[in-house]
């Protein structure tokens, strides 16, 4: 087994990744691809879910030129995906609609309803999880009346790594950490559960989940067709996956419940992990996590890093600049004003809050003495209290707190923002050395699968290395404390507008 390598795919909302790892968790080369979003109305978040199979061969094939390593040498692959969202496959083996991205809004007054009737507080116990609309469960049941014809005519709703698992392989699997966040299963059985597919109306449903797979488990073999068009050897191993919010969280070693993860993408995610799940109303999720024996107690919204790529893209676009010069630009004008100086707030909601899901995103005191900095320091405070908002609900679960969190995701490539994490947490913040952590999350499962490593804890252990760890600065601690105070009051004085007016 020594020297092996593996591949870790990883597909977001709009951008997939392959990532090739050795033993160590050294990341050898990436690949990325593009993937367009489709927009039909307003509230409709699809792609081409054939595009999005097309974007990971493409990086596939990619990542295998770029690293220089034998195919003969790749152990296995694996898949990471965005959690939610729902992939439907046909009894031909062909998409049935177009792959659905979990921002998606079209079900959302079918989940108000169901928290409106009790429907939700009836299937709370078992789910141990919110109900929001861009679930798969949602949108079966939005397909179910809207749509009956698609149903009718699929045999698989997948998850987004499922899929792309599908495709290499032929094999039809729900990995567990993915399905258990879709608000179909009795979370402590482990296992889909009619009665809460019934109470939501969508039992007839039931025949197009997948059976369950751990996310360590060989859940199939690369085809001869697929090896063709990727380059890998036919028979590579195909390990079980996991969706995006557990992916990272073990690529940054977390096997225990001493440290706190926190991942920035399109959603803010905040969890640690624990033996005993949490049910809660008001907490957003508990689901299975990749260790053995430990679910991912989770908080988290649609309010991170997607808010500061909007800016870019229609405030700062004409300044003709590469991506990563966008990035270097905006860190540099964030950290040319003090926090002290800016009285800017933020409300980062884009793209929707669980908070409220009528709540939009608003720029809140500005003056004619601000300018793009003032602004853009305040997307990043915004998006640093949100998180901080989820990290005091959590803390309010657990039963002994945390000394640590390792970052993950677009701020963590930030020192600035780093630092403000943990300024406002008042916390030590550790970054990761990999650059592309849900592709290593990925990887670990296929090298467990593989007998590289006994078990996800192991292969943790042996893969995470960190960067630096970033130390508060006790000078901003209490400021950031007067701003949070001042951000959490302007939540709750906009929360009753938003329902009269919104």
Avoid at 390 to 396: A, D, F, I, N, P
Avoid at 460 to 485: G, L, S
Wanted: aromatic share 10%.
């Amino acid at each position: 087994m020594a020297g092996k390598y593996y591949i870790g795919l990883d597909n977001g909302g709009s951008v997939s990744k392959a990532g090739l790892f050795d033993c160590a968790g050294t990341e050898r080369a990436v690949a990325t691809a593009i993937v367009p979003q489709i927009l039909p109305q307003a509230g409709y978040v699809e792609r081409d879910t054939n595009l999005l199979y097309q974007a990971n061969v493409q990086c596939i094939r990619e990542v295998i030129r770029k690293s220089g390593v034998e195919p003969r040498e790749i152990g296995g692959v694996s898949v990471t995906g965005h959690g939610n969202g729902l992939y439907l496959i046909g009894k031909d083996g062909k998409p049935s609609y177009n792959g659905i991205i979990s921002t998606d809004m079209r079900a959302a007054d079918l989940v108000e309803a169901w928290l409106d009737d009790g429907t939700f507080d009836k299937i709370l116990p078992k789910t141990k999880q919110s109900l929001w609309a861009g679930q798969i469960v949602p949108l079966l049941k939005w397909f179910s009346v809207n749509r009956p014809e698609v149903i009718k005519r699929s045999r698989y709703a997948f998850s987004c790594s499922d899929v792309i698992r599908y495709f290499l392989t032929g094999e039809a699997w729900g990995e567990i950490s993915n399905m258990s966040s879709i608000s179909a299963m009795d979370l402590e059985k482990g296992e889909y559960s009619r009665e809460v597919l019934t109470a939501l109306g969508v039992e007839d449903c039931m025949r197009l989940l997948p059976p369950l797979r751990r996310s360590t488990d060989v859940c199939g073999k690369i085809t001869g067709q697929v090896a063709r068009e990727t380059g890998l050897e036919p028979g590579t191993i195909v390990a079980g996956g996991l969706v995006d919010f557990t992916a990272c969280p073990i690529a940054t070693g977390i096997v225990d419940e001493t440290v706190l993860s926190i991942v920035g993408g399109t959603w803010a995610i905040t969890c640690y992990v624990d033996k005993q799940p949490v049910e809660d109303k008001d907490l957003f999720m508990s689901s299975i996590y990749t260790v053995d024996g430990y679910y991912n107690i989770m908080e988290g919204s649609m309010t991170s890093a997607s808010n500061l790529e909007w800016f870019i893209q229609k405030i700062l676009k004409d300044e003709n600049k590469s991506s990563k010069e966008y990035y270097e630009l905006c860190n540099e004008m964030v950290d040319s004003k003090q926090p002290e100086d800016c009285d800017v707030v933020f409300l980062p909601y884009l793209y929707g809050t669980n908070a409220n899901p009528k709540a939009k995103a608003c720029f809140i005191g500005l003056t004619c003495m601000d300018d793009k900095a003032s602004m853009l320091r305040a997307i990043y405070e915004g998006v640093v209290f949100s998180t901080c908002y989820h990290v005091e609900k959590l803390m309010g679960y657990k039963k002994d707190g945390v000394k640590v969190a390792r970052i993950s995701g677009g701020p963590s490539n930030s020192r600035v923002w780093v630092q403000m994490f943990a300024d406002v947490l008042d916390m030590p913040i550790e970054v990761c050395r990999a650059g592309e952590l849900g592709t290593l999350g990925a990887a670990m499962c296929a090298a467990v699968a593989d007998g590289q490593f006994a078990d996800m804890k192991q292969a943790a252990q042996t893969c995470y290395h960190a960067d630096y760890t970033c130390e508060p600065n006790h000078m901003n601690v209490e400021i950031y404390a007067r701003k949070y105070k001042k951000f959490k009051k302007l939540v709750d004085t906009l929360d009753g507008y938003w329902s009269v007016c919104v």
